[in-house]
């Protein structure tokens, strides 16, 4: 409740991303849990699994490449002020 991890999941290193994003969904349908912030790193950015991830209200924190061209991305960089260089190639 105040904001200890509840699972994590593992797979065989040869599983494919795009399939895992919607099994954890299904995991935790019936947890009934007041609100879960999935985090995952940017193999699972596709389009689908985003939408996986916003169904049902869903919250999330993925990793994702700042020079990829994306709309969100775009966004994300024109808010100056609310990022801190790490490196030269890490924003955060």
Known sequence: ???IPIRVWEWPGNTMDMTVIE???????GWKLGRVIQVADRGFSS???LRILQQT????IIG????????DVEEA???????QVIR???HV
Do not use: P, T, W
């Open 88 to 90: 030269e190639n890490l």
């Open 1 to 3: 409740r105040e904001g």
């Open 57 to 60: 209200g869903g919250h999330y």
């Open 64 to 71: 994702e490449r700042m020079h990829a061209g994306k709309k």
């Open 47 to 49: 389009e689908k699994n």
């Open 23 to 29: 099994q954890v969904k299904q995991d935790l349908i």
């Open 77 to 83: 960089l024109s808010k100056r002020g609310r990022f």
